[in-house]
């Protein structure tokens, strides 16, 4: 096996792709996003064949404290595997391959999330020296149950109250529409600097592939709301959601945003709507007890990380050790 990483859309080899977040299609949206710089893992055979690959990315962030400008790798779910391959040795191939890589682009740290399973890689990230931070994630079932059917009955007159009252939800799809979503994601988390927001063309480019939808909330011709989702091996993921919840009260822009995505996403008959960043498994977590009233289910997993300065890393894990 020969493991390679490539960096220019033009030298990607012919590969097939189900999962978006490994796709090419994904790898030219982040290398037309400034900040981004995406790299493809490869792994070929003696026959010169794609048998494994693995997006990842580096991200230009800010912060306000030190050292205010960074650079992390980051990396949703274990790549993509032909059939009858043996997937955790080949994702011990990529993973040590790119975790050189990103060690020696100096990137601050290392993140892999949203794994198809919780001890996946376990051994494998240990001996990268990878520790792993107890995460939460929840996903609504569409499969057996319509979103009408997961929900109190108060939660729904809210929301029926809230379209009564004028607030409107639609698919984005005019460059403006995109532009006045980003600037209220943006203006939403400004705050926020835990949670990192891409540039503008990372959402022009999700809003413009087939697996991909952004969902505005809008009230009195002004958006207060929104979502962006992608569709992926049958299930859908909402990646990134905002709402102006303390000027439209009144309305529910949040209960009416993540409402419209599972009603949207139940009408594309994906099987679960996957909400991607849940966050720690707090005692008291707002977010979370929040989407868990529309009849969603949490799970506990991990999400591994990698500090590129060595005491850090070892500081770390024994903070983060089981």
Not at 198 to 215: A, C, L, R, V, W
Request: glycine share 6%; net charge positive.
């Amino acid at each position: 096996m020969r493991v390679s990483i490539i960096s220019r859309a033009e030298e990607l080899p012919e590969m097939t792709c189900y999962d978006f977040f490994h796709s090419t299609e994904l790898f030219q949206i982040l290398a037309a996003t400034s900040g981004n710089t995406p790299y493809m893992v490869v792994v070929t055979d003696e026959d010169n064949r794609v048998v494994a690959h693995l997006l990842a990315t580096i991200r230009r962030r800010g912060t306000f404290i030190f050292p205010f400008l960074y650079t992390q790798g980051r990396i949703y779910g274990e790549g993509e595997y032909l059939p009858d391959t043996n997937k955790e040795e080949l994702f011990e191939l990529m993973l040590n391959a790119v975790t050189k890589k990103f060690v020696r682009k100096l990137c601050l740290y290392i993140e892999f999330s949203n794994l198809s399973s919780k001890m996946f890689g376990y051994k494998y990230f240990r001996k990268q020296e990878y520790f792993p931070v107890r995460w939460m994630q929840i996903h609504n079932s569409h499969h057996s149950k319509a979103p009408e059917e997961r929900i109190s009955k108060k939660m729904m007159q809210r929301i029926r109250n809230a379209y009564k009252n004028g607030v409107e939800t639609l698919l984005a799809s005019t460059e403006a529409e995109i532009d006045g979503f980003y600037k209220m994601l943006r203006n939403y988390y400004r705050l926020k600097p835990q949670r990192f927001i891409p540039k503008k063309q990372f959402f022009q480019g999700i809003s413009n592939s087939p697996d991909g939808e952004i969902y505005i909330t809008r009230y009195k011709n002004k958006i207060i709301g929104g979502c962006a989702i992608v569709y992926t091996k049958g299930d859908a993921f909402l990646w990134y959601i905002a709402a102006q919840q303390k000027s439209h009260a009144l309305v529910h822009p949040n209960i009416v945003t993540v409402w419209n995505a599972l009603q949207a996403t139940y009408e594309k008959q994906a099987q679960h709507l996957h909400f991607m960043n849940v966050g720690l498994p707090f005692r008291k977590n707002i977010y979370r007890d929040f989407i868990l009233k529309f009849g969603g289910k949490p799970a506990s997993s991990y999400r591994w990380f990698h500090a590129s300065i060595g005491w850090i890393n070892k500081l770390l894990k024994w903070i983060y050790r089981e």
